[in-house]
């Protein structure tokens, strides 16, 4: 059994796409990166993905797979202070 973010992208991947032919589509919703990274959103959650963690799930989904869509979601700029 395979342990960290990788392991667990890989086991994912697989469970929703056991075959490898199916197009993926990612929504992130910037709620599941830590605040301390990403100010433009509501719904703070401490302990969050770090952004190194966020690409490291895209860019999986987009090397294993084929990933036809990206939307980043639930970003409110009037939070952001940059």
């Known amino acids: ?10 086991q994912a991947i697989h469970y929703l796409d056991p075959v490898g032919d199916k197009p993926f589509h990612i929504s992130f919703d910037v709620d ?3 605040p301390v990274h990403c100010f ?4 703070k ?7 190194i963690e966020a690409n490291h799930i895209v ?3 987009a090397h294993e797979r084929k990933l036809v869509d990206l939307d980043i979601v ?4 009037a939070l952001e202070h940059e």
């Open 45 to 51: 959650f401490r302990g969050g993905l770090r952004p």
């Open 1 to 10: 059994m395979e342990f960290g973010i990788g392991g667990v992208m890989r």
């Open 40 to 43: 433009g959103t509501g719904t």
């Open 74 to 77: 639930e970003i409110n700029q």
């Open 59 to 61: 860019r999986k989904v």
């Open 32 to 34: 599941a990166i830590e």
